[in-house]
């Protein structure tokens, strides 16, 4: 820019202009397709669709969702419009990245999803067993809370606070175990 100043993406977007300014973001969804949508600080517009490159497995993009894990962007031709997820790496020393809250962001035209077989499940009183199954992975969800089961045997509870009781006794167990 003629003043000198780093032009940022959202004002690129707007003026048409490109920048390579890297910057850091989160991811704030992932579509039907595996597609994860990113926020950055300055985006003015719904979150766009970003692409990875090969060093980020496409598998760590919902940890990093569940998480709300700060992630490093890049711009592909240096315009907002094109995020390049370039690291989900550990970066707690970083300040973390908040989104808006959902109220703030503009409407977007979201495509009629289709409509998915109706789950029942009962309770009927008697002391049976109740299995919901998945081939790939089973994920409740509530706010901030999420239960992730895999099919490869990988259990992830993440919380913003995790309490766990026993009545008698609680084990820990496993090959290894690392607390903290």
Known sequence: MPDGSV?????AAAAGVTTAQACLGRVVSVDADGRPRVWFAGLSGPPPVARLIGVVPPASIEDALLDGRTILLGFLDGRADAPVIMSLASMADLPRCEPPVAS???ATPEPEPEPEPEIKIEVDGEASE?????REQLVLRCGDAAITLRADGTVRIVGRDITSWARRRQR??????AIN
């Open 172 to 177: 820990i167990r496993g090959g290894s175990v």
């Open 104 to 106: 703030e962001l503009p």
């Open 130 to 134: 109740r299995v919901i199954e998945a």
């Open 7 to 11: 032009p940022r993406p959202d004002a």
